[in-house]
């Protein structure tokens, strides 16, 4: 039986660790102790399993709904899912068309009077405002079978087209919950989450973030590593052990929005700060991430709604402009 620690699992199929732990985490996969080996191992019931999730992925299924389509023995729940998102899809190609049969337009108009020496008035033609109400896109011809290659290759399409914002952090006073071991993602947020409430955070600084990032990042085939979490402060706010209080700089960000998960984005996310021509990173403190943050958004209703886990965070890369 072909056995695969977490580290060669995401080496083979080019995903985070922490991805696959997250997965565990949320009960789409389980991993086991086996006698001889140093680290938890997936077997082929794992491996097949981690296969469909990493295809179901790539269709952007949720991952909420990736569980209910694996656990569905009759597949009627996974019918009435992948019907819902083909309608989605449906509904998003129907309107990226729309755009693309009037950009094209736009753009035959403004070749034929830039050859004709007069200015195209696009917002006052009423020809042009007419085809926008009446536009239907042609009908596209699907195949019944798209490659793992082609699904892929639209995965790379689509994250080359990630929303990128440009933010800036201001310097704060924050409160420290750090771990090192393993899952120290939970522990770290269970000790925060009980701080914020303890400290009515909600009330007395209804504006608080929360921030976090790898404190020391897992090397490969290590299941202990670090976690640590900020969260913003009054300056004068007693914090006591074990949470510890810090200054935090700040600074210019880029930030990407993803739903939690979704780690694999940090890849394309840093290629296209790197390959800014405005931007470039600027790798600072602290050092468990190159100053890279996390942070989760919606923190304040999540806390006065009673929830565990945040359903999006923001992605954060120190940035300066170059030159």
């Known amino acids: 039986m072909e056995l695969m620690t977490i580290s060669e699992a995401a080496g083979c199929f080019h995903v985070s660790a ?10 789409l996969l389980n991993s086991s102790r086996m006698e001889g080996y140093a680290y938890r191992v997936y077997d ?8 469909q999730i990493l295809v179901l992925r790539k269709l952007r299924i949720p991952v909420k709904q990736i569980k209910v389509i694996l656990d569905d023995e009759n597949q009627r729940q996974t019918m009435e899912i992948l019907q819902k998102e083909m309608e989605e899809l449906e509904e998003e190609i129907l309107a990226l068309s729309t755009i693309q049969g009037i950009l094209k337009i736009l ?22 405002m007419e085809i926008v109400h009446v536009l239907h896109p042609p009908k596209t011809n699907l195949k019944e079978e798209q490659t793992m290659s082609e699904l892929t290759k639209a995965n790379e399409v689509l994250e080359a087209k990630m929303d990128i914002r440009v933010v800036y952090l201001p310097p704060a006073t924050v409160a420290a919950s750090h771990y090192v071991g393993k899952s120290p ?29 790898n404190n020391p990042s897992p090397e490969n085939g290590q299941e202990e590593y670090g976690y ?18 810090k200054k935090f700089q700040g600074g210019l960000y880029a930030a ?15 290629e296209r700060i790197q390959k800014s021509e405005e931007y470039e990173p600027n790798w600072r403190e602290p050092e468990g991430m190159g100053g890279c943050l996390e942070e989760e958004l919606n923190i304040y209703s999540n806390i006065l709604e009673g929830k565990s886990a945040a359903e999006q965070l923001d992605l954060l890369i120190p940035i300066r402009r170059k030159g």
């Open 44 to 51: 082929e019931e794992a491996i097949r399993r981690l296969q």
């Open 256 to 270: 990407h929005a993803i739903k939690m998960g979704d780690f694999h984005e940090w890849g394309p996310f840093v």
């Open 228 to 245: 640590e979490f900020w969260v913003t402060v009054p300056e004068d706010m007693k914090v006591e052990a074990p949470m510890v209080k």
């Open 107 to 128: 753009v035959s108009r403004l070749d034929d009077s830039i050859k004709r020496h007069v200015r195209l008035e696009l917002l006052e033609d009423a020809e042009i």
């Open 18 to 27: 922490r991805m696959l732990r997250y997965y565990e985490k949320m009960g």
């Open 185 to 213: 993602e939970d522990v770290a947020k269970e000790r925060m989450y009980q701080f914020i409430k303890e400290k009515n955070l909600p009330v007395c600084k209804p504006d608080f973030r929360l921030y976090g990032f």
